[in-house]
Antibody, heavy 118, light 107 residues
Framework: QVQLQESGPGLVKPSETLSLTCTVSGGSISDYYWNWIRQSPGKGLEWIGYISHRETTKLNSSLKSRVTMSVDTSKNQLSLSLTSLTAADTAIYYC????????????WGQGTMVTVSS | EVGMTQSPATLSVSPGERATLSCRASQSVSRNLAWYQQKPGQAPRLLIYAASTRGATIPDRFSGSGSGTDFTLTINSLQSEDSAVYYCQQYNNWPPAFGPGTKLDIK
């Protein structure tokens, strides 16, 4: 069974860039599409975007200008970068799998909390 | 974008009884609708996809129905462990979108 583990800095300052990693175990990067989703009290669950093992991406238009995703198949890791942070980006960030580009999210990581504050 | 709404916002039901949760999409999503369960401090867990197909290891007390714009999650023989927030999510149109959730309390 595939397992996902997110990791990140926990606390970042406004205007800075957030970098998160999702480590995949028990499966191959090529088996799924890899999504990032965040959850905040104000906006609920929000899909950020996905990346495939071929590095095809699709991003939510609300965040597209600030988001970069990448995949490192040698390390079985995914990465998310979010620039120009504000307090509104404070959330729990999850990685999750789909079997194709538009699908239910079958497997989730435990999430990593990110607080944007000076 | 497809907007998702859920009702009620909070539901309190006794153990052993049945809970019925509703989800509505602002336009047809066919049967491309999923339900998730989230307990405090945990990630959401997939319960139902394709409107009525149970996820792996999900007990048959959980069932989903509906198509188009109106969907229902039914939980029979409620147990204390079913206390959680339940979310619906459409994956028929970009971007995939979640409802605001229904909090289920087992009283």
């Amino acid at each position: 069974q595939v397992q996902l583990q997110e990791s990140g800095p926990g606390l970042v300052k406004p205007s800075e860039t957030l970098s998160l990693t999702c480590t995949v175990s028990g499966g191959s990067i090529s088996d799924y599409y890899w999504n990032w989703i965040r959850q905040s009290p104000g906006k609920g669950l929000e899909w950020i975007g996905y990346i495939s093992h071929r590095e095809t991406t699709k991003l939510n238009s609300s965040l597209k200008s600030r988001v970069t995703m990448s995949v490192d198949t040698s390390k079985n890791q995914l990465s998310l970068s979010l620039t120009s942070l504000t307090a509104a980006d404070t959330a729990i960030y999850y990685c999750a799998t789909t079997s194709w580009s538009l699908d239910a999210f079958h497997i989730w990581g435990q999430g990593t909390m990110v607080t944007v504050s000076s | 974008e497809v907007g998702m709404t859920q009702s009620p916002a909070t539901l309190s039901v006794s153990p052993g009884e049945r809970a019925t949760l509703s989800c509505r999409a602002s336009q047809s999503v066919s049967r491309n609708l999923a339900w998730y369960q989230q307990k405090p401090g945990q990630a959401p867990r997939l319960l139902i996809y394709a409107a009525s197909t149970r996820g792996a290891t999900i007990p048959d007390r959980f069932s989903g129905s509906g198509s188009g714009t109106d969907f229902t999650l039914t939980i029979n023989s409620l147990q204390s462990e079913d206390s959680a927030v339940y979310y619906c999510q459409q994956y028929n149109n970009w971007p995939p979108a979640f409802g605001p959730g229904t909090k289920l309390d087992i009283k």
